[in-house]
């Protein structure tokens, strides 16, 4: 039986990706070493080490432009599950951040239990969907719009359309998610305006797509069959709840629905005001 004072709760720098890759392998994840790039320069990751150095708890919080952060990467060996390190790792996470700023996570099935005990909140739902293949749909090209690959001068716009989806400000992330990205796309109307963007991110695993933000579904289904038509293999999309049609056209494409699991929030009653243009978030740690 492990000591509980042999484990040291620290904050964890780029020296510890390895280990955190192997803590996220060992509960069948798919952080790879890009991922929990992003993570760090958008936020800090914290988790306790035992006596040989290894790492055995992670608790992740992404923090936004105003008063929005996000928690994810809530990870436990399972050797050492029991000791509430997932709770500790946690709630350090929340302290470093103001009482004032609501704090989101997506809750897996495990750790809804924990949340709800630690003050969270359910507030929505996002829907999981998988294919094993994307296989590119027609009749989808519209005289209306241009799709051009995205460029330094489109940021300020991005950032905009970003936070009005989404509900706070992400520019610091937005601008690592992107360097991160395999693919970052912007819509554009007839005037050349920027109405919309996608991004899309090779994991080990999955092309995961998101965020997606669009002025409605048909303009959602356009960007999604850019960024993935060309991919040969395992496609991943995180759809916020309230996009029906959206999600019929993703089943009807061969996306599967995997789980849905639950939005959480503290410090707040209510997810932020959002403008339901939000197709596809980021990944569940992103919020």
Request: aromatic content about 8%; charged content about 20%; hydrophobic content about 40%.
């Amino acid at each position: 039986m492990t000591s509980f004072n042999q484990l040291q709760l620290v904050l964890f720098d780029a020296n510890d990706i390895p280990g955190l890759i192997a803590l996220s392998n060992s509960v069948g994840w798919d952080y790879d070493e890009f991922e929990i790039r992003t993570v760090m320069m958008s936020g800090k990751i914290f988790g306790h080490k035992n006596a040989e150095g290894k790492i055995v708890s992670s608790a992740a919080i992404i923090t936004y432009d105003t008063n929005l952060a996000s928690i994810g990467m809530v990870i436990v060996h399972e050797n050492y599950r029991g000791l509430g390190l997932g709770k500790l790792a946690t709630q350090k996470c929340i302290e470093s951040v103001s009482e004032h700023t609501a704090i989101l996570l997506v809750a897996t099935k495990d750790g809804e239990p924990l949340y709800k005990k630690m003050g969270f909140t359910t507030v929505d739902y996002v829907h999981k969907y998988l294919t094993d293949n994307y296989v590119g749909a027609h009749n989808l090209a519209s005289n209306e719009y241009t799709i051009e690959d995205f460029t330094e001068s489109d940021f300020a716009k991005i950032v905009s359309l970003d936070a009005a989806a989404f509900g706070d400000k992400r520019s610091n992330f937005l601008r690592t998610r992107i360097k991160q990205s395999k693919h970052c796309i912007v819509v554009k109307d007839r005037h050349a305006n920027i109405i919309g963007f996608g991004l899309s991110i090779l994991g080990p695993i999955n092309l995961l797509l998101g965020p997606i933000i669009a002025p409605d579904s048909k303009t959602a289904r356009l960007i999604i069959n850019v960024l993935a038509k060309d991919h040969n293999g395992k496609v991943r999309i995180d759809v916020p709840s309230g996009h029906t049609e959206f999600i019929q056209w993703l089943e009807q494409s061969g996306f599967i629905e995997a789980n849905r699991p639950p939005v959480m929030i503290l410090h707040a009653k209510k997810m932020p005001i959002r403008n339901n243009t939000l197709f596809a978030i980021a990944a569940q740690i992103f919020g």
